[in-house]
């Protein structure tokens, strides 16, 4: 079982900059593929970045291309998202997510353990 840890979270106004970080337990933490995904209120939880397990490779919700930046440090079990020029609309709570059984994805489904989440508010 693979317990995942967020932080970074809050309150930014629109342009500004967030560093999210997932903390994860283990020793296997450099062989699991990861990623964040968002949940806004009343709207179904959404995909936002996914980096594979060698920090290599690495894919993007077309709403945060160019803007946010996903990462991991496998000596420290840390996953990382940079999140600059902060929109209004990236207001939601985000979860970080690993994926053991694949190299990197998109996909909710091949994701097997989840944080608690992490709240991020963007005001206008």
């Not at 593929?33 to 919700?61: C, D, H, L």
Request: hydrophobic share 35%; charged share 15%.
């Amino acid at each position: 079982q693979v317990q995942l840890v967020e932080s970074g979270g809050g309150s930014v106004q629109a342009g500004g900059s967030l560093r999210l970080s997932c903390v994860a337990s283990g020793s296997a933490f450099s062989t699991y593929a990861m990623g964040w995904f968002r949940q806004a209120p009343g709207k179904e939880r959404e995909f936002v970045a996914t980096v594979s397990r060698t920090n290599i490779n690495t894919i993007y919700a077309e709403s945060v291309k160019g803007r946010f930046t996903i990462s991991k440090v496998n000596a420290k079990n840390t996953l990382y998202l940079q999140m600059n020029s902060l929109k209004p609309e990236d207001t939601a709570v985000y979860y970080c997510a690993a994926a053991p059984r694949s190299y990197y994805s998109s996909r909710f489904d091949d994701y097997d353990y989840w944080g608690q989440g992490t709240q991020v508010t963007v005001s206008s």
